[in-house]
C-alpha cells in the first residue's frame, strides 16, 4: 500500500465549504507549483488519485510546471512507474491522449519505507530541490493507508518533512480507525502532530456525481420534499455491489471485513445524506451538523438486523473463492458480503428501516439507491407495484421513479413506467457517531458469535438476503416492468432483474 500523495505546490487552498461533497478540491492561483506524490505503488493512488491529478491536469487546474513525486516501497523504474499509474487513467478522446505524456513527464518515483527516518530525508532533498526550482511553499501529505501506519508516517513526516514558513496540510483517506476506541486515538495521536487545521479527513466516495446530486434532489426540488418521510416511505436499501474479489489483496481486505471497508464510511455517508434535514447552508460546517444530528439518531445495531457471507469459488470453478487466495490468512471468517438495517429514530424517519448491502465477488458491479414507498390506502385495483425512486450512483448514473400506468388498450390493466432522469475543520464529532453505531456489532462479528453464510463467486449473495429485505418491508413485484428504450436507466437494468421492451413498429 501506498501513502496515497505528497503535493507541494505555491498555493494550494482546499475549500472547505464544499469539502462533505467532494473528495478533494485544489484550487490553485497561476503560479508555479510542485506537487511531490507519495504512495504510488498502492491500489488506491493507481486506480483513483492519478486518474484524478489526470483529471485536473487536462483541466487546467494544476499548474503547467506542477511536479509529482510518487513515494512507496515498491522498488521500480521511471518506465515502471509510468506504465502502473497510467494503467487505470481512461483516455476518451484524442485530446486526453495528447495530454497523458505531457502528464507523466510531471512525474516522478522515489521508494523508501514509512519508518525510517533516512528516507524521509532523502525525499526531503528532492523536496528542497523542486522548491528552489518553481518557488513552491506548500505541502499537501495524502494518506491511503491502513490506520495501523497512520501515525508512524505522520511522525515521520512531521520530523523530516516539516518546515517553518511552509503551508502544510495532511489528508487521511478511510477508514479512519478500526473502531471507536482506536479512531479516537488516532485523532489524539494525530492532534498531538498537526493542528486541526492541517487534518483533512476524506472519504473519497462522495465525489461520485450522483452521490454529490443527492442535496440537489432532495433539497432543490419540491415534488420530493413533502413525500420524504415516514408518512409516504416504507423502506430504503443503499446497494453496493462488486463483480471481482480481492484479486490476491485479501490479506489487506482481511485486516478490515467488507463492513469497515464499505460499509461503516461510504454507505453511511450515503445514508447521512438522504435522510439529514436541510442544512442552513452549503458550507461544510452546516452539513456536517445536519450529517452528524442524523448518527446521533442511529443507535447500535442489533445482532438479529445483520446478515453475513463470504465468497466461495463460482459455480463453474473459474474464479477462486476467497479462502483460495494465498494472502487471506487459513481459516478466516472475515466477511465479504454484509446486510445491515438501521433505524433512526427522529420524527421524520422512526420505522423506516434503512437496509445497507455491499459485497464482492458479486453477479454486477452497481451503486444503487432504492426509495420504496407504502402501498397505496384503498387502492381499487389489483397487483399494484409499490412506486420506488432508484438513484444509481454507478454505472451509467441515473434517476428514475417507478409509477403505476395503464397498459394502451381498451381493458384497465396496469403496468410500471417509469419517469426517467437520466444523468449521463471539525470532524470528530462525525467520526464518533459513525463509530458508535457500528463498534459494538463488529465486535460481536470480530469475536466470531455470526458465521458468515458461504455464497459462490458471481452471485448474487449469500442465501437468505432477499427474506433478510424482506423482513423488513421491501416487496419486490411480480409485475413485469418493460423499460422503454429510450431510457438511459434501461442500459443499467438490461439483463438483470427487469425486462426491456422494444417499441412498437
Known amino acids: 500500500m501506498g501513502l496515497g500523495f505528497y503535493l507541494t505546490q505555491h498555493i494550494a487552498k482546499i475549500d472547505k465549504r464544499r469539502s462533505s461533497c467532494c473528495k478533494l478540491q485544489l484550487v490553485l492561483d497561476e503560479a508555479e507549483t510542485l506537487s511531490p506524490l507519495l504512495g504510488a505503488s498502492g491500489d488506491l493512488a493507481k486506480k483513483k488519485t492519478f486518474p484524478a491529478l489526470f483529471g485536473l491536469y487536462k483541466n487546467h487546474y494544476l499548474d503547467a510546471n506542477t511536479q509529482i513525486i510518487g513515494y512507496a516501497r515498491t522498488k521500480m523504474d521511471q518506465a515502471t512507474f509510468e506504465g502502473h499509474i497510467s494503467k487505470y487513467i481512461k483516455l476518451k478522446t484524442d485530446e486526453d491522449r495528447q495530454a497523458l505524456p505531457k502528464f507523466l513527464k510531471l512525474c516522478s518515483y522515489q521508494d523508501g519505507q514509512y519508518d525510517k527516518d533516512n528516507d524521509f530525508q532523502q525525499l526531503e532533498k528532492s523536496i528542497e530541490k523542486l522548491e528552489k526550482a518553481s518557488g513552491a511553499t506548500a505541502r499537501l501529505f495524502y494518506m491511503a493507508l491502513p490506520p ?39 485523532a489524539k495521536d494525530l492532534g498531538a502532530l498537526f493542528t486541526e487545521e492541517e487534518i483533512y479527513r476524506i472519504d473519497h466516495y462522495l465525489g461520485k456525481e450522483m452521490v454529490k446530486n443527492l442535496m440537489i434532489l432532495r433539497f432543490a426540488n419540491v415534488i420530493f420534499g413533502s413525500v420524504w418521510n415516514r408518512h409516504s416511505i416504507d423502506n430504503i436499501q443503499i446497494t453496493f455491489k ?13 485486516e478490515f471485513g467488507i463492513i469497515r471497508d464499505v460499509m461503516q464510511n461510504h454507505l453511511l455517508q450515503i445514508l447521512t445524506l438522504i435522510a439529514m434535514e436541510p442544512p442552513v447552508s452549503l458550507g461544510a460546517e452546516d452539513v456536517r451538523d445536519e450529517k452528524v444530528k442524523v448518527l446521533r439518531y442511529i443507535p447500535p ?47 421524520r424517519w422512526t420505522g423506516v428501516p434503512f437496509i445497507l448491502k455491499c459485497g464482492k465477488a458479486l453477479n454486477q458491479q452497481k451503486t444503487e439507491i432504492r426509495i420504496q414507498f407504502k402501498d397505496v390506502s384503498g387502492n381499487m385495483f389489483t397487483n399494484l407495484a409499490r412506486n420506488e425512486i432508484v438513484i444509481r450512483v454507478q454505472p451509467n448514473e441515473a434517476v428514475y421513479v417507478k409509477i403505476m400506468n395503464k397498459e394502451p388498450g381498451l381493458g384497465m390493466k396496469t403496468v410500471i413506467s417509469d419517469l426517467d432522469l437520466s444523468y449521463s475543520s471539525r470532524f470528530d464529532n462525525a467520526l464518533d457517531a459513525a463509530w458508535k453505531i457500528f463498534t459494538p456489532i463488529l465486535k460481536t462479528i470480530d469475536q466470531g458469535e455470526i458465521e458468515p453464510i458461504p455464497y459462490a463467486f458471481g452471485s448474487r449473495g449469500p442465501h437468505g438476503v432477499a427474506e433478510f429485505v424482506a423482513k423488513h418491508g421491501y416487496e419486490r413485484s411480480n409485475q413485469e416492468y418493460n423499460w422503454p428504450n429510450h431510457s438511459e436507466a434501461s442500459v443499467a437494468a438490461k439483463g438483470q432483474d427487469q425486462k426491456v421492451s422494444k417499441p412498437n413498429p
Do not use: W
Open 148 to 186: 495501523s501506519v497512520f501515525i508512524p508516517v505522520a511522525t515521520s513526516i512531521k520530523h523530516n518533512n516539516y518546515k517553518k514558513g511552509v503551508i502544510t496540510r495532511l489528508i487521511v483517506e478511510k477508514p479512519f480507525g478500526m473502531d471507536l476506541e482506536s479512531s479516537r486515538k488516532l
Open 242 to 254: 462488486e463483480k471481482i474479489g480481492t484479486e490476491g489483496r485479501g490479506g489487506y481486505f482481511d
Open 301 to 347: 445495531i442489533a445482532k438479529n438486523d445483520v446478515l453475513l457471507g463470504q465468497y466461495t469459488k463460482s459455480e463453474d470453478g473459474k474464479e477462486p473463492g476467497y479462502l483460495d487466495d494465498k494472502t487471506v490468512p487459513k481459516g478466516s471468517k472475515t466477511p465479504t458480503y454484509a446486510a445491515a438495517t438501521l433505524f433512526i429514530q427522529n420524527e
